[in-house]
């Protein structure tokens, strides 16, 4: 668990740490003042885009993360768009894909649960959650963890599915 200033002051420290800005999948990063979240923009990783080849034969474009707070678990929660390459009469474009099986598509079965939820604070849009339920217990919230909670959550709840590499040293 972690009150509601402590996850903006985190949030910021961690955003200012440049972890997003130097991950080689991350295509844009925002942070989003009013709502206190960020946005992602991401590359999907090649072992994404082939299981989403496999499993929905369809070829990803990229994927949005939206890192924001859940004001009744007091928990931060990670929500995922998916957006799909489609061409129609030679012309490309994308649109979001709401996969049957995200869960083995992602790679996170019996990890993490997932929902399929419209957010009204984000424009009333639809996106897959990461519920939040038994996040203080994955993540670990003793006394001596909590100034580094939300670094740690990232850690298991982004960069476990998806990889992190860090591209300043590229």
């Avoid at 099986?101 to 939820?117: C, P, Y």
Wanted: proline content about 3%; some cysteine; glycine content about 4%.
């Amino acid at each position: 668990m972690i009150e509601y200033e402590e996850w903006q002051r985190q949030l910021r420290s961690l955003y200012g740490s440049q972890i997003f800005q130097n991950w080689a999948l991350c295509q844009e990063i925002r942070l989003v003042d009013d709502k206190n979240a960020v946005f992602l923009c991401l590359e999907p990783t090649h072992k994404l885009q082939e299981s989403t080849k496999i499993i929905e034969n369809k070829s990803l474009d990229h994927i949005e993360l939206y890192l924001t707070y859940s004001k009744i678990y007091s928990e931060p929660l990670l929500l995922l768009r998916i957006w799909e390459e489609k061409s129609s009469e030679d012309i490309l474009m994308t649109r979001l894909m709401f996969p049957c099986k995200v869960e083995s598509l992602l790679g996170v079965e019996g990890k993490f649960q997932l929902g399929l939820d419209t957010f009204i604070d984000i424009g009333n849009t639809a996106w897959y959650s990461f519920h939040p339920c038994d996040t203080s217990s994955i993540v670990g919230d003793q006394e001596a963890f909590r100034p580094t909670y939300l670094r740690r959550w990232t850690s298991i709840f982004v960069f476990s599915w998806l990889g992190y590499e860090d591209c300043s040293y590229t």
